[in-house]
């Protein structure tokens, strides 16, 4: 008998390459890196990110060593890092591919075939917008805040990566706090509040409260004494913000607003003088200028609540006004969920002080990626209604002409 032929040996064929350019238009390939970024933003909103960091670890010091792995990994500024951008770039890429091969079909189709391919190329193009608009924003897009007093002005504000300037001035004309119990002027009430001194007895842990007025002097006796040992306090000068000079111990203020309001009080007694300085927002600090002994009591100077609202807080307000090159070019105001935009920046009313009602703090905002996002949404919405409602799929595409 003869053999057969044994059947030669073959190589395996190796599996086809796959050039770049099948696989940026890979759905597949599409849809892993969209999976990748909705982990990724997931990540950005469950884990502490940037300042959020600092106030985390000051509440949870045992998360110090997991938080500075997840920060080495760089998932403690997810939307700042560059492999976040990277990735969006890679999908940008991809969809633009898309795009383009999108574009070499139009002429193969006919004219149903056209719109649907066209509305398709439409939803590509305005992804695309989309995501140019986040990467225009994460590059050149700046956030930070800034604080004013009534009165006070400012060319710049603070950021994360530091002072940031400003092509303008911000002056904050007036900040108002509206309230659900306004006292209306006509009403009844007591009177304007003013700046007071609170002794604190030493010997007994009572207090005794006097206004805070210059040049006036005020008899005091201790609670549970006799008249023989009154005291006369005297408030011989008030500055709205502090500063000694190290040297020469002259003592002016930095500036008219009332950063560090200040008063110098000078007190006689029984076998007692003194000259002290008081500060209102350090109540336990004074600064001797001249004492012969111990004080029976304590002084805390506490500044009055200027223009501060009784009752729960509905809403607060600030009117800025805006300058360039000494020239007032715009006065308006803003409030929560109101915000004020003038050349690019967005200011946003974030916060304000309780003790303080002439005080705002305010969210800056420069991103100039919003009306590329916007586009890019409108662009959307315009490409999902055509190729649902003018070229949907189903529709027949009319015979070509010979």
């Not at 659900?180 to 006509?186: K, L, N």
């Not at 967005?346 to 916060?351: A, E, L, P, R």
Request: glycine share 8%; with cysteine.
């Amino acid at each position: 008998m003869r053999k057969s032929p044994s059947p030669s040996k073959t190589r395996p064929a190796s599996a086809p390459r796959r050039n770049p350019w099948a696989l940026l238009t890979s759905m597949r390939f599409a849809l892993v890196l969209v999976a990748i970024l909705v982990a990724a933003c997931i990540t950005g909103t469950v884990v502490p990110q940037g300042e959020d960091l600092i106030a985390y670890l000051h509440a949870h010091p045992d998360a110090a060593t997991r938080m500075g792995w997840l920060q080495t990994l760089g998932l403690t500024r997810v939307f700042e890092s560059p492999w976040f951008f990277g990735l969006l770039g890679v999908l940008a890429l991809s969809l633009i591919t898309c795009g383009a091969n999108q574009i070499r079909s139009l002429f193969k189709m006919g004219a149903a075939g056209r719109g649907r391919t066209l509305s398709s190329l439409l939803i590509h193009v305005s992804l695309v917008a989309i995501l140019a608009g986040a990467l225009i924003r994460g590059v050149w897009g700046v956030k930070g805040s800034l604080q004013l007093h009534e009165g006070e002005s400012t060319p710049a504000f603070a950021s994360a990566s530091g002072i940031v300037p400003l092509p303008f001035s911000v002056r904050l004309v007036k900040f108002e706090i509206e309230n659900d119990e306004t006292r209306s002027p006509s009403a009844k009430g007591p009177e304007k509040e003013t700046d007071r001194l609170v002794l604190r007895w030493a010997h007994t842990a009572q207090t005794s409260s006097l206004p805070a007025t210059v040049g006036v002097e005020q008899k005091v006796v201790p609670p549970g004494l006799t008249d023989a040992d009154v005291y006369t306090l005297k408030v011989l000068r008030t500055i709205p913000d502090f500063m000694m000079d190290p040297v020469t111990r002259t003592v002016e203020t930095r500036s008219a607003l009332p950063r560090n309001p200040a008063i110098q009080v000078a007190v006689i007694g029984p076998n007692y003088t003194a000259t002290n300085w008081f500060f209102a927002k350090y109540p336990e600090m004074s600064m001797p200028m001249h004492q012969n002994r111990e004080a029976p009591f304590r002084i805390v100077y506490q500044k009055s609540r200027h223009g501060a609202a009784s009752g729960p807080v509905r809403n607060y307000r600030s009117t800025l006004e805006i300058s360039e090159e000494g020239r007032i070019v715009k006065t308006a105001s803003l409030a929560v969920n109101s915000p004020l935009s003038y050349r690019g920046y967005t200011f946003y009313q974030s916060g304000y002080d309780p003790r303080d009602a002439a005080w705002t703090s305010l969210l800056v905002v420069r991103d100039p990626g919003v009306s590329v996002v916007f586009t890019g949404f409108t662009g959307l919405i315009v490409g999902i209604f055509l190729g649902l409602y003018v070229w949907p799929r189903g529709s027949a595409s009319p015979p070509v002409k010979s």
